[in-house]
């Protein structure tokens, strides 16, 4: 979306994707089984939490969902000061460039960019030749882990073809 010029074009496609479960698309359905749906409600238990949330929002110094959320609702109002700070730098592009117009969610990314761009001279493209998956895993993830012994696993097979380790 960064790239797409065509604003009414991004507002499509965005509104297409934030909405596509929600109408029905049988393509991306996850599978929905009897015994899916039983391991999901059992996993939390088996690790020791009453409820999935308890597995997913968890804080090393509190092993449990009431100071997973305290951490939560401490970021926050961070999060949000930082969001609006961004937002006003991404409308005065738009404002700069023009043609104004009220910031969107289909023009955050595009707008984004071109904010990193200006202030930090930064371009993400030219940095995804380092951060490619494969040397990520091999350069960044393991040579931090040294005395990993992690490697790849012969139940994989399904993502050999995308990520060939």
Known sequence: MTSLENRALRE???????????????TIRAPSSPSL???????????????????????????????????????VPATRAKAVEEARLIQAVIDKEGKPFGLKPWDWQRYAEKVRKERYDLDQDALKPYFELNKVLKDGVFYAAPGSTASPSSRARTFQSIIPM
């Open 12 to 26: 499509k496609l965005f509104n297409h994707s934030w909405t596509r479960t929600e109408k029905g698309d049988t």
């Open 37 to 75: 749906r039983s391991c999901a409600r059992k996993r939390p238990n088996w690790l020791g939490y009453p409820q999935l949330r308890g597995l997913c929002v968890v804080r090393p110094d509190g092993p449990d969902t009431a100071s997973g959320e305290t951490f939560i609702r401490q970021l």
